[in-house]
């Protein structure tokens, strides 16, 4: 269990997906062993003595796959090292001033106060029309969100390597 990582997501399109799918493998690179599922597949976390969860982000609000995780599991998270990601804000410049500072669903911060998460963070997302169904292009259209791929990777790749020093620190 030492070395053992769980990353887990909630995505609707994907992206999400993607971005839990590069935080392992920068995990698996910096020597930790790392799984990665979608959060509705996950069953038991004995095996795992840190936990890095993530959603897709519509309207301030988690997915409910993921929802349902971080409920369902607060208990075992609470022995854990456990760090926090969203993903959603498309356009270009700081992820966290696109939302206006926001950082976590209100409504699930009591889990997160009580879990008390080594890091949250805050991942562009991406915003792909041929996907979105007529409410959510109507939606963002509304709020002028701009379409596109804007994760950054190098963010992303940049907060796993931090989790992997934490890890490491933790472990000698």
Excluded: C
């Excluded at 805050?122 to 509304?142: C, D, P, R, Y």
């Amino acid at each position: 269990m030492e070395d053992q990582v769980l990353v887990v997501y909630a995505t609707k399109y994907g992206a999400t997906a993607e971005i839990a799918e590069k935080i392992a493998q920068v995990l698996r690179q910096a020597g930790l062993q790392t799984d990665v599922f979608p959060a509705d597949r996950v069953r038991d976390l004995t095996p795992y003595r840190a936990i890095v969860l993530g959603s897709a982000v519509y309207v301030g609000k988690w997915r409910k796959e993921a929802e349902n995780f971080l409920q369902a599991n607060e208990k075992a998270l609470v022995e854990r090292q456990v760090w926090l990601f969203s993903s959603g804000p498309t356009g270009k410049g700081d992820a966290a001033e696109l939302v206006q500072g926001w950082r976590f669903p209100v409504a699930l911060q009591p889990i997160a106060d009580r879990i008390q998460p080594r890091d949250i963070a805050v991942f562009h997302g991406s915003a792909n029309v041929k996907k979105l169904n007529f409410i959510e292009k109507q939606m963002l259209n509304t709020v002028k969100a701009p379409l596109g791929d804007f994760r950054d990777w190098e963010a992303i790749t940049s907060w796993a390597l931090s989790i992997a020093d934490d890890l490491r620190q933790a472990a000698s």
